[in-house]
């Protein structure tokens, strides 16, 4: 029969042919319709397999070797997949590992600690002193004189900024009919002003 003939044929060739292939290499034994339709009733029951590549159909022994194979990729694919778990699974520990050791290596070691320790309790000794000697030396005054010792000072100090203005006026009324420079003129007179001598008053 037609059908017995060609799946021998593709059995033993093991390679994929058209319907004019089969046709030609069995030298004509079976008419091009004939090799269609047992090619297409081998495809059916699943003793062959068909592909279509554009128009053309192509067709392909179904060995046992082959079938063994697909399924033992199956298999490595289902192993490959659950090793990437795995090794994903390991990475992750790793980086968590590796940033615990980081804050480990940044961490100070305990004579480091004991060092640092040490250096903020003879901080706290000479504060506490600081503060002690401030205590018994330093002369404590009442609202009311803390009142009285600001608004002098507030006086004093709109005077001092009057009579500054006052000064500065006066020089640069001087200075329009000195023919030198103004610091010519202070230092022909002797005369010095507060950033000539780094002064600065603070307000606060």
């Known amino acids: 029969m037609a059908s017995e003939a060609i799946l021998k044929y593709l059995v033993d060739t093991n390679r994929p042919y058209s319907c004019a292939d089969v046709t030609v290499n069995l030298r004509g034994a079976y008419t091009k319709n004939a090799v269609q339709k047992a090619l297409d009733a081998l495809n059916e029951s699943g003793k062959i397999k068909c592909k279509l590549y554009g128009k053309q159909k192509v067709y392909a022994a179904l060995q046992l070797e082959n079938v063994e194979e697909s ?64 205590h018994n030396t330093t002369e404590v005054i009442s609202a009311g004189e803390k009142k009285i010792l600001l608004e002098q000072h507030e006086k004093a100090l709109k005077e001092y900024r009057k009579r500054k203005r006052i000064s500065s006026d006066m020089l640069d009324a001087v200075l329009e009919g000195y023919p030198k420079s103004k610091k010519s003129f202070l230092e022909e007179f002797c005369i010095e002003t507060d950033e000539m001598v780094n002064f600065s008053l603070k307000t606060q």
Not at 100 to 118: C, F, G, W, Y
């Open 71 to 134: 399924s033992d990729t199956e298999d490595y694919d289902t192993q490959i997949s659950n090793i990437t778990n795995v090794l994903n699974d390991k990475t992750s520990d790793l980086k968590k590992a590796e940033a615990n050791l980081k804050n480990l290596v940044s961490a100070p070691t305990n004579d480091m600690t004991k060092s640092q320790i040490e250096e903020v309790k003879n901080s706290i000794d000479k504060l506490e002193k600081k503060l002690n000697d401030l």
